[in-house]
């Protein structure tokens, strides 16, 4: 009789976990911060204000966790320095890029622009409830022209994920709900 878990191709033997639950309640968690922060604008600035202190708690959380983490949640492990962002970069436009079992170099670079972006938006947002911020202009553009940006970077995020998961042959998202990916 054949042991199913020993021919299929995600044993455990071939999976390595990668991604500790903290990063991943913390991925999905802001996903959903934003979200909720996002649709719900008008209809109830309670939940709104409430979803952007979730998502700038999560961001704190985030920043200290890349410290005292996990070894592929710290940033140690993954933020790349100038020169193999620039060599990831040309490789990866010559379709050479090599398969990294945490976050690629581009992918870390994104990481770093999201928790500064939803930073940037938790703080503005934050500022507009106070009477110092209250009616702002500036305060409000800032915090809007933030929005939108972090939005163009979660769809270049999310087609990165796609393009990673179809060139190395790899479900990122589901490696980013179960922690694991190939070895």
Do not use: C
Request: aromatic fraction near 10%; charge should be positive; charged fraction near 20%.
């Amino acid at each position: 009789m054949t042991d199913n878990r020993e021919t299929s191709p995600a044993t455990r033997d071939d999976r390595v976990k990668v991604w500790d639950p903290a990063v991943r309640i913390f991925h999905w968690s802001l996903v959903t911060a934003f979200a909720v922060a996002y649709f719900i604008v008008e209809g109830n600035r309670t939940i709104h204000e409430w979803a952007g202190y979730v998502a700038l708690g999560l961001v704190a959380f985030r920043l200290i966790w890349g410290v005292i983490g996990s070894p592929h949640a710290r940033f140690s492990d993954f933020v790349p320095g100038p020169a193999k962002l620039i060599d990831y970069m040309r490789r990866a436009l010559k379709g050479q890029e090599p398969r990294y079992l945490g976050h690629n170099p581009a992918a870390a670079i994104m990481i770093l622009f999201l928790l500064v972006a939803v930073g940037v938006i938790g703080v503005s947002g934050w500022l507009l409830t106070t009477d110092w911020g209250w009616g702002s202009k500036t305060i409000e553009e800032v915090h809007e022209i933030a929005v939108n940006v972090t939005l163009v970077a979660i769809a270049l995020h999310v087609a990165g994920a796609i393009y990673e998961s179809v060139r190395h042959r790899e479900n990122l998202i589901r490696a980013m709900v179960t922690g694991y990916k190939r070895r």
